[in-house]
């Protein structure tokens, strides 16, 4: 039997609604005492970067009256019938207690930050690990038919697969219309009506970006792109991730099938690790992997996420500084001074440092689901997945 759709009662919709509202307090409360950063379009998100609701925020002057509603709500979302719901929120309510306390000045340590907001394994891959990703991207490298050490093979790759910074708009245009006509295909119909416009943007600290509400997907033009990694960004970003994800979970809270807090998104929460764990798996929901190069890809796109876990992880936990974290990412992700640059900025703010772990754990999470799923299971997987808020384990409760 599918866990399809979770299953909605009144009490948890009324209990969702008041959820909604703390959230939007403490999201303007947190605002109020924001410091000018060094990073703009990190900070101006806040704590919710996007709400599609029309509720009122509660009104608070201190974080202890955060902190008192939330431990509250937390009591009497034990009440409600749903076991994959009831789970989902004690873990959700949890990381906001946990980000409140840490706001409200609270000595956490990373490792704890990582666990207590996101609710995944804090621990950082191994030498062996990252060893295997290497030997397997060799591997991969060898079968195209590129000679010599991988560091040699990968920059023959990337020159060979690389996208012009003159056509990058406009390829993006393609890519993105040709990912939407299979979502509409194979998984959402509801997304024919939808567009996106790629815009290229310089000086910020991340790769691609998705403002759903604009309509837009932003890409980091200081970096340069194989055509697969666009393809990546492209699947993660829009068409079948985060565009696709937060218009279905839209129109299900418009119909009153989802609860509120589907229409909220949160930094640095247990929903975190699924929302970005979406992103990373959509090329594979649409079967955009066609290639070797795409394969290629694949590989190389784990080693980045991981490698981004592991440098924010030395950072935060291990003390390490900024030149012995860009020789790990030199070493091991090859990355390009460019790209490790705004690496470093991504990782090195307050807010978005344990964050950085929702990719591959998430990615992790929903991969483990899917990949065992017969071709019979998998709509059903999807209405579960975008219609039903989730956590790195609730999503793993899927049947």
């Given at each position: 039997?599918?866990?399809?759709?979770?299953?909605?009662?009144?009490?948890?919709?009324?209990?969702?609604r008041d959820y909604t509202k703390i959230v939007l307090g403490m999201d303007e409360f947190y605002r109020k005492?924001?410091?000018?950063?060094?990073?703009?379009?990190?900070?101006?998100?806040?704590?919710?970067?996007?709400?599609?609701?029309?509720?009122?925020?509660?009104?608070?002057?201190?974080?202890?009256?955060?902190?008192?509603?939330?431990?509250?709500?937390?009591?009497?979302?034990?009440?409600?019938?749903?076991?994959?719901?009831?789970?989902?929120?004690?873990?959700?309510?949890?990381?906001?207690?946990?980000?409140?306390?840490?706001?409200?000045?609270?000595?956490?340590?990373?490792?704890?930050?990582?666990?207590?907001?996101?609710?995944?394994?804090?621990?950082?891959?191994?030498?062996?690990?990252?060893?295997?990703?290497?030997?397997?991207?060799?591997?991969?490298?060898?079968?195209?038919?590129?000679?010599?050490?991988?560091?040699?093979?990968?920059?023959?790759?990337?020159?060979?697969?690389?996208?012009?910074?003159?056509?990058?708009?406009?390829?993006?245009?393609?890519?993105?219309?040709?990912?939407?006509?299979?979502?509409?295909?194979?998984?959402?119909?509801?997304?024919?009506?939808?567009?996106?416009?790629?815009?290229?943007?310089?000086?910020?600290?991340?790769?691609?970006?998705?403002?759903?509400?604009?309509?837009?997907?932003?890409?980091?033009?200081?970096?340069?792109?194989?055509?697969?990694?666009?393809?990546?960004?492209?699947?993660?970003?829009?068409?079948?991730?985060?565009?696709?994800?937060?218009?279905?979970?839209?129109?299900?809270?418009?119909?009153?099938?989802?609860?509120?807090?589907?229409?909220?998104?949160?930094?640095?929460?247990?929903?975190?690790?699924?929302?970005?764990?979406?992103?990373?798996?959509?090329?594979?929901?649409?079967?955009?992997?066609?290639?070797?190069?795409?394969?290629?890809?694949?590989?190389?796109?784990?080693?980045?996420?991981?490698?981004?876990?592991?440098?924010?992880?030395?950072?935060?936990?291990?003390?390490?500084?900024?030149?012995?974290?860009?020789?790990?990412?030199?070493?091991?992700?090859?990355?390009?001074?460019?790209?490790?640059?705004?690496?470093?900025?991504?990782?090195?703010?307050?807010?978005?440092?344990?964050?950085?772990?929702?990719?591959?754990?998430?990615?992790?999470?929903?991969?483990?689901?899917?990949?065992?799923?017969?071709?019979?299971?998998?709509?059903?997987?999807?209405?579960?997945?975008?219609?039903?808020?989730?956590?790195?384990?609730?999503?793993?409760?899927?049947?």
């Open positions: 039997m599918s866990t399809q759709t979770v299953g909605f009662e009144a009490l948890d919709l009324k209990l969702s005492g924001l410091s000018s950063g060094t990073e703009a379009s990190l900070d101006r998100e806040g704590l919710v970067p996007i709400n599609l609701t029309n509720e009122s925020a509660n009104q608070y002057t201190s974080w202890n009256g955060i902190l008192s509603d939330l431990e509250d709500l937390r009591t009497r979302f034990v009440m409600i019938q749903s076991e994959i719901r009831r789970n989902y929120m004690q873990q959700q309510i949890g990381s906001l207690i946990t980000l409140a306390q840490w706001c409200s000045g609270k000595d956490i340590s990373f490792r704890e930050k990582v666990r207590g907001l996101l609710y995944v394994n804090e621990n950082p891959f191994s030498l062996g690990e990252r060893n295997h990703l290497h030997n397997r991207l060799d591997q991969l490298l060898s079968k195209k038919g590129l000679k010599g050490s991988l560091v040699e093979k990968v920059k023959q790759w990337e020159l060979s697969q690389n996208v012009p910074s003159k056509q990058i708009e406009s390829v993006l245009t393609e890519l993105l219309a040709q990912a939407k006509e299979r979502v509409v295909q194979k998984m959402f119909k509801e997304m024919e009506d939808v567009t996106v416009t790629p815009v290229v943007l310089t000086g910020v600290p991340y790769s691609a970006y998705c403002d759903y509400v604009g309509g837009k997907m932003y890409i980091n033009g200081d970096l340069s792109y194989t055509y697969e990694s666009l393809k990546h960004l492209v699947a993660h970003e829009s068409f079948p991730g985060h565009t696709t994800h937060m218009r279905i979970r839209e129109l299900a809270v418009q119909t009153g099938d989802t609860p509120l807090d589907a229409a909220l998104v949160i930094t640095n929460t247990a929903s975190s690790t699924v929302f970005e764990g979406i992103g990373d798996n959509g090329i594979h929901f649409i079967n955009w992997v066609e290639t070797i190069d795409d394969e290629i890809y694949q590989v190389f796109q784990e080693i980045k996420s991981i490698s981004g876990l592991n440098a924010a992880h030395m950072i935060h936990a291990e003390q390490k500084s900024d030149a012995e974290v860009a020789s790990f990412l030199r070493e091991f992700a090859f990355g390009e001074e460019s790209w490790i640059l705004s690496r470093l900025r991504f990782f090195k703010h307050g807010l978005r440092a344990p964050f950085i772990y929702s990719y591959w754990r998430g990615n992790e999470a929903v991969q483990e689901v899917y990949r065992k799923l017969p071709e019979t299971n998998k709509q059903a997987f999807y209405q579960f997945l975008y219609k039903n808020m989730l956590s790195a384990d609730t999503v793993k409760q899927f049947r």
